[in-house]
Every structure is written in structure tokens, then in C-alpha cells.
């Protein structure tokens, strides 16, 4: 059984310039969560999709959005980016219902140079 | 404002003894908390979790006590394992909302 896999592992951009990063959610979830995590933070929760529709988002720009696919599987992307949008990149699936434990992916290492 | 804290950035143990890890929230309204455990180069893995109808509950070596008055939480590992060196985050969320709140961590290293 597969768990929570994302594309790609690492990444490179320049300021300015636009990224798609994908996440195919654990074989049975039907929600995806989306964390940015910085050098020695925790993660922060960016948004949450439920039935191709952005259920929660957090406190992230506009530049954030989203897209879910009949599959589950989900894409996150971020618009001219910053400096600061240099993060890990977590993806995370879990059933719909409240309570549930999330099932992380492993990250992306997105860097803005 | 940090609603979920973990004061102790890092925590050494021996092997074989108990790790107690912390952590602090500040919003009442939190009434399920998770602990998760993050090797370098992979994401989180979920360890354990307790709602706020319980004070404690465990799975195996690991142990999450609750205090609501206090508004505190403890994961406690006994024994402990050098395979549990690794950084650990507690979460926090409410009914009602689809997100969880994640401490800064703390890294556990345990000493053969």
C-alpha cells in the first residue's frame, strides 16, 4: 500500500518565477492538506481540499493556490516567488471526517535563488 | 502568536531510560492533540494522539498524558531507543477546523 508520495523531491527556482509541486494522497484518502515548513519551524498549514473544492486555507498569500483532481491526488502552486517561499513542502492525506490522524508525504525542498 | 509551543529545543536521554517530551498550547478551544516524529529527508509520521474527553493514552512504548487545566501535554517513551533519536512535534486542532497547529519541535537524541 502505497502512503503519501510527492513530485519532485527538490527544486530550484529563481525569485519571480512560478512552481507546481504534486501529491498523490495514501490509497483510501480522499483529503489533502498542504503544510510549508521553514528551517527550524514547524509545519504551517497553507490549505485543505475535500471534493476538488479549497475547504480551509491559512494564513498564506494569493500567490498559494491549489487544485485537486477527481483522483485525489492534488497540485500546489506558488506564483512569483520570493526568497522567503524557500521551505519543505509538505503534503498530507487523511479521511474527511474530524479527528483524523494525516498521513505526511516526505516533501519537496523547494529553494528561491 | 504561538498557540502550540515546545520549549525545549532539544532533549538528550541514555538508552533504556524514559523521554519526556512537552509541549504547551494557549487556545482552549483545542480539543484533539497529536504527536508526530520526522527523520531527516522524510516527512512526519504520526505517533500517537488523545482527545480532550481523556487525560491519557497509550500505544506500545509511548505514552500521552493530558492536562486541560494546565493546558499541557507529555509524550512520554519508555524505554527509550537510539532509533527514536529523531525531531518531535505536537499538533493541536479544534472541531470545526480542518487544520493542525504544529510546534516548533523538539529534537530527542538518545545515547547507546
Known amino acids: 500500500d502505497a502512503g ?9 527556482k529563481t525569485r519571480g518565477q512560478q512552481v ?24 504551517q498549514f497553507i490549505f ?17 493556490s491549489g487544485h485537486q483532481f477527481p483522483n485525489y491526488s492534488s497540485e500546489l502552486n506558488v506564483n512569483a516567488l520570493l526568497l522567503g517561499d524557500s521551505a519543505l513542502y ?11 490522524e494525516a ?10 535563488v | 502568536d504561538q498557540q502550540v509551543k515546545q520549549n525545549s529545543p532539544s532533549l538528550s536521554v541514555q538508552e533504556g531510560r524514559i523521554s519526556i517530551l512537552n509541549c504547551d498550547y494557549t487556545n482552549s478551544m483545542f480539543d484533539y492533540f497529536l504527536w508526530y516524529k520526522k527523520y531527516p529527508a522524510e516527512g512526519p509520521t ?3 494522539s488523545i482527545s480532550s474527553i481523556k487525560d491519557k493514552n497509550e500505544d506500545g512504548r509511548f505514552t500521552v498524558f493530558l492536562n486541560k487545566s494546565a493546558k ?3 509524550l512520554h517513551i ?19 477546523t480542518y487544520k493542525y497547529i504544529f510546534g516548533t519541535g523538539t529534537r530527542l537524541k538518545v545515547l547507546a
Do not use: M
Not at chain 1, 507546481?20 to 509545519?43: E, I, N
Not at chain 2, 537510539?82 to 505536537?90: I, L, N, Q, R
Open chain 1, 4 to 12: 503519501v508520495t510527492q513530485s519532485p523531491t527538490h527544486l530550484i
Open chain 1, 20 to 43: 507546481t509541486l504534486r501529491c498523490s494522497p495514501k490509497s483510501g484518502h480522499d483529503t489533502v492538506s498542504w503544510y510549508q515548513q521553514a528551517l527550524g519551524q514547524g509545519p
Open chain 1, 48 to 64: 485543505q481540499y475535500y471534493e476538488e473544492e479549497e475547504r480551509q486555507r491559512g494564513n498564506f498569500p494569493d500567490r498559494f
Open chain 1, 90 to 100: 509538505l503534503c498530507a492525506s487523511s479521511l474527511a471526517g474530524p479527528y483524523t
Open chain 1, 103 to 112: 498521513f505526511f508525504g516526505q516533501g519537496t525542498r523547494l529553494t528561491v
Open chain 2, 46 to 48: 504520526f505517533l500517537i
Open chain 2, 72 to 74: 499541557h501535554l507529555s
Open chain 2, 78 to 96: 519508555v524505554p527509550s531507543q537510539p532509533g527514536d533519536s529523531a525531531v518531535y512535534f505536537c499538533a493541536a486542532s479544534f472541531s470545526g
